[in-house]
């Protein structure tokens, strides 16, 4: 399968952990052979994808060299591989990921947004598997290795923070030669994160979307899961049937988090999640990704014919008397919410839509309307939820000295900068 063109859906990826020390599956999995067995049953099962990781990032895990890592994933992955599975290979050290992509490994997983090791994204922009493809990369948001005595979770907005990083991380990857449609992106759930801030990371999820890249979402087992279910009774959290404890309420977060237009989600428990995701296709429709966030970003407000006073203009006598400029705008933000709960808070209140389009019309005088329009879009995006705006000024008493309607400039900006 290709990052592009989806089989299904959402992809699964399955996560096979080849360490003594990791997360959740306690080591299990150290011998290559039962790895790789391992790693059948899940693409049995769905996965689409097996991340294949050999250091674990669990808070206070033991560092490995990039050597020990190549020991335990590479024979791995190359069996997987030639085995015609799509292996994701999940480090942080360029030479690991250079050596697996060699080996077969069709994508890279560096929850550092490749920040740890500075030669990763040039090397993942010149590693080839052995039939010669350019590699995927995937870009995790971080602050910094996982260590339980660092207390990093303080942000002003969490979810600004994260798009931010990432929209950096993600152009940082394009200048190094990896093409854009073969990045995808993930908020780093957990990694110096609270689960209210992962919670917030998912409620907001369509604000990283906006960026243009496919969202992958790893909450599986994660701390932010029990922390969510230490609420629920004892009894309803022991489950015979499933591995773990916490994946049944993982696989819900993998059914919510197709519904939110992520591109991807990996778990560690791919049947439970495979089922969610039945079921929640069937209950959208079949509905695809695509199709629903253009349904999202196709929600609207508009406001037309704002009046504005102002002085721009590049001849003096503009300055001085003024004029009336006319402004149009439109903003792009999903309105699902503010009509499921009749809910002012949860959409862009037209009234101080217009008077910050005002104000910043109206500021200290330019020459250009291209300048008012910036302006004006400038303080339309700054609305929480607005993921694109479209912002025309019109110059209808424009100094031409010509018979005419109208003179106009239209600008359209996306959230942060979209990538595209
Ligand atoms: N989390 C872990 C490891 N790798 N990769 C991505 N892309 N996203 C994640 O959220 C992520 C990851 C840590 O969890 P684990 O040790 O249970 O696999």
């Not at 010669?132 to 339980?148: E, K, M, N, Q, T």
Request: proline share 4%; glycine share 8%; hydrophobic share 45%.
């Amino acid at each position: 399968m290709t990052i592009g063109a989806a089989s299904r859906r959402v992809r699964v990826m399955g996560v096979l952990n080849v360490t003594p020390d990791s997360f959740s599956d306690g080591g299990r999995f150290v011998d290559a052979d039962r790895a790789i067995e391992r790693a059948i049953a899940l693409v049995a099962r769905g996965a689409d994808i097996v991340d294949v990781g050999g250091e674990s990032t669990r808070p206070g895990a033991e560092p490995v060299t990039a050597e020990e890592e190549g020991r335990r994933v590479i024979p791995v992955v190359r069996t997987l591989a030639s085995a015609g599975v799509h292996v994701s290979i999940d480090t942080l050290h360029a030479e690991t990921a250079i050596a697996a992509v060699e080996a077969g490994a069709r994508t890279v997983n560096d929850v550092s947004g490749a920040t740890f090791d500075q030669d990763m994204l040039h090397a993942v922009a010149a590693a080839r598997t052995p039939d010669g493809a350019a590699a995927y990369i995937v870009l995790g948001h971080w602050r910094g290795v996982p260590d339980p005595a660092h207390q990093r979770s303080e942000y002003a907005d969490v979810v600004t923070e994260v798009v931010d990083w990432l929209r950096e991380r993600a152009e940082a990857a394009v200048r190094a030669g990896i093409a854009s449609d073969r990045i995808v992106l993930d908020p780093g759930l957990g990694f110096d994160k609270t689960g209210a801030q992962c919670w917030e990371l998912l409620r907001r999820l369509p604000e990283l979307s906006a960026l243009g890249f496919p969202v992958l979402v790893g909450a599986s087992r994660k701390r932010m899961i029990a922390e969510t279910l230490s609420g629920v009774p004892e009894a309803a959290r022991a489950h015979p049937g499933l591995e773990h404890e916490r994946d049944l309420a993982t696989a819900v977060v993998s059914a919510l988090a197709a519904r939110a237009g992520a591109w991807g989600v990996r778990v560690h428990d791919v049947a439970a999640t495979v089922q969610a995701l039945a079921v929640e296709a069937a209950w959208s429709g079949g509905q695809d990704c695509a199709r629903q966030t253009a349904a999202q970003q196709a929600d609207r407000i508009t406001l037309t014919g704002l009046e504005v006073f102002a002085h721009h203009g590049v001849f003096d006598f503009e300055r001085e008397q003024g004029q009336r400029f006319i402004v149009d705008a439109e903003v792009r933000i999903d309105l699902r919410r503010a009509a499921d709960g009749d809910a002012l808070g949860e959409t862009v209140h037209y009234g101080e839509l217009a008077e910050a389009i005002d104000a910043a019309v109206r500021r200290d005088p330019v020459d250009l309307i291209e300048t008012v329009a910036e302006r004006a879009a400038s303080v339309a995006l700054g609305f929480a939820g607005v993921q694109a705006v479209r912002v025309t000024v019109h110059k209808p008493d424009a100094p031409i000295g010509l018979p005419f309607a109208d003179v106009s400039v239209t600008v359209e900006r996306s959230a942060r900068g979209a990538a595209r």
